[in-house]
């Protein structure tokens, strides 16, 4: 093998070093925030309503709030670049030498939403509020398309495709589809059964939340209201108001939580 030949395989073997160690940070970041959203939903159900958001904002708020809380937005803010990296690679490349076309272009959405949340934790960390929270997002992002040409359809679009990707997420989650990414032979017995028991229950969770948010922009297309369209944050509580009451949302609230324990699971043996 020739010295230039040997050059860029240890390039190529540095660069693939570096992406691994952007998508272990990148899940990281969002397995952090999972866990306190899945608290704040769990502090909801058993406690009530109350001024705390369910919802990446509400996540933020909380751990500014803690000890070192800005240092630790800023290396949250660090974590989703990161996974920004990672699955804008994903989609060049594609993802450990999978190419398919709906591969690169679902990584494509991931990129540029994980940009957008990089972007608003950065910003909240700097101390600028970092965006409207998730329901004043929605009801915004409704109204201003109902007010347009054709914007019914726009929106009802939009719950259709959060339903479908809902019930795709769950789906999947069902079929244990996951544990194709994850190295379940470094695993052992217990310890595979924690990861495909938490991977269940937390995609399934945030299935759900995906369709109720769906649910919820769909009727706000079909009644012409964006006072009808719902973020995670009212999406949780309003499973709180069904007839199982509460304990919809607690069982939820301990799915979203798993799905952030699941993410940090994935910081280690994923196969990257």
Avoid at 239 to 256: D, I, K, R, Y
Wanted: aromatic share 8%; glycine share 14%.
């Amino acid at each position: 093998m020739s010295t230039a030949t040997q050059t860029r395989q240890h390039r190529g073997d540095s660069a693939d070093r570096l992406l691994r160690l952007a998508g272990r940070g990148g899940f990281t970041a969002r397995g952090l925030v999972y866990v306190v959203v899945g608290y704040l939903a769990l502090r909801i159900a058993l406690l009530g309503g109350g001024s705390e958001e369910a919802d990446r904002q509400g996540a933020l708020r909380q751990i500014a709030d803690q000890p070192f809380g800005r240092v630790l937005l800023w290396l949250l803010a660090v974590g989703f670049g990161c996974m920004t990296i990672w699955r804008a690679s994903a989609a060049a490349f594609g993802e450990r030498g999978r190419k398919k076309t709906t591969s690169r272009l679902l990584n494509t959405g991931r990129a540029a939403f994980y940009a957008s949340v990089c972007w608003g934790t950065a910003a909240f960390a700097a101390g600028s509020g970092g965006g409207s929270d998730s329901d004043s997002a929605s009801k915004d992002w409704t109204a201003t398309v109902l007010g347009r040409t054709g914007g019914r359809f726009l929106v009802s679009a939009a719950g259709l495709v959060l339903i479908g990707v809902g019930v795709g997420i769950a789906a999947r989650a069902a079929l244990r589809k996951f544990l194709r990414k994850m190295d379940t032979a470094a695993m052992g017995r217990r310890t595979r059964a924690a990861v495909t028991a938490g991977g269940i229950a937390g995609n399934v969770a945030r299935g759900v939340v995906f369709v109720g948010v769906g649910v919820h922009t769909l009727i706000a297309a079909v009644r012409f209201d964006p006072a009808q369209a719902k973020g995670v944050d009212d999406t949780l509580r309003s499973f709180a108001a069904t007839p199982v009451g509460p304990w919809l949302l607690a069982v939820l609230a301990l799915g979203l939580l798993l799905f952030g324990v699941f993410s940090l699971a994935s910081v280690r043996w994923r196969r990257f």
